[in-house]
T-cell receptor, first 113, second 114 residues
Framework: GNSVTQMEGPVTLSEEAFLTINCTYTATGYPSLFWYVQYPGEGLQLLLKATKADDKGSNKGFEATYRKETTSFHLEKGSVQVSDSAVYFCALSDGGSQGNLIFGKGTKLSVKP | NAGVTQTPKFQVLKTGQSMTLQCAQDMNHEYMSWYRQDPGMGLRLIHYSVGAGITDQGEVPNGYNVSRSTTEDFPLRLLSAAPSQTSVYFC?????????????FGNGTRLTVT
């Protein structure tokens, strides 16, 4: 079945460091791919998405490119801030109902000043 | 704009008790769903609905019931709570027509079953 695998956390970085969170997927067909972010005590928010191969999603300095050849959707940011501390989830649509997503286990990011 | 509202924020139940987790959205979204979030497990889909009067099971539906009598509301019922249902529960909605449409999440209900 469809699945998402993302790197284990926690990840601790200093402010202004470069961030990569790896995400790979297994899916039949051509799923849409998402990154969601969860700040402490809150629900998840959509960070960015890509709906077809080679698409690049971007938002708030974060980027991810849909790579079909490597079945990956890695999240990157060139210079992280303390305010980026959160849990990041990679997800894919399961091709069924429009809103059903399969999530990775989440990666906790802590950014130190 | 309230978005997706979940109540209560916290709840403690004893094994065997029943309760309903409430979820309401004011965005006129057709699609609504319930997820549970457990440490090291990510989010797993419990039930979902693509419109009033229509519900379907997700990945982990056992022990939970849902109904969708209106577009706005999508309550989740635990008929006989078990310790394995200790989790954080999130309700989400989506108004788009395609699989690329984003989900809007509530802030969650933290449930402990003793």
């Amino acid at each position: 079945g469809n699945s998402v695998t993302q790197m284990e956390g926690p990840v601790t970085l200093s402010e202004e460091a470069f961030l990569t969170i790896n995400c790979t997927y297994t899916a039949t067909g051509y799923p849409s791919l998402f990154w969601y972010v969860q700040y402490p005590g809150e629900g998840l928010q959509l960070l960015l998405k890509a709906t077809k191969a080679d698409d690049k999603g971007s938002n708030k300095g974060f980027e991810a490119t849909y790579r079909k050849e490597t079945t990956s959707f890695h999240l990157e940011k060139g210079s992280v801030q303390v305010s980026d501390s959160a849990v990041y989830f990679c997800a894919l649509s399961d091709g069924g109902s429009q809103g059903n997503l399969i999530f990775g286990k989440g990666t906790k990011l802590s950014v130190k000043p | 704009n309230a978005g997706v509202t979940q109540t209560p924020k916290f709840q403690v139940l004893k094994t065997g008790q029943s309760m309903t987790l409430q979820c309401a959205q004011d965005m006129n979204h057709e699609y609504m769903s319930w997820y549970r979030q457990d440490p090291g497990m990510g989010l797993r889909l419990i039930h979902y609905s693509v419109g009033a009067g229509i519900t379907d099971q997700g990945e982990v539906p056992n022990g939970y019931n849902v109904s969708r009598s209106t577009t706005e509301d999508f309550p989740l019922r635990l008929l006989s709570a078990a310790p394995s249902q200790t989790s954080v529960y999130f309700c989400a909605s989506s108004g788009g027509q395609g699989v690329g449409s984003p989900l809007h999440f509530g802030n969650g209900t933290r449930l402990t079953v003793t």
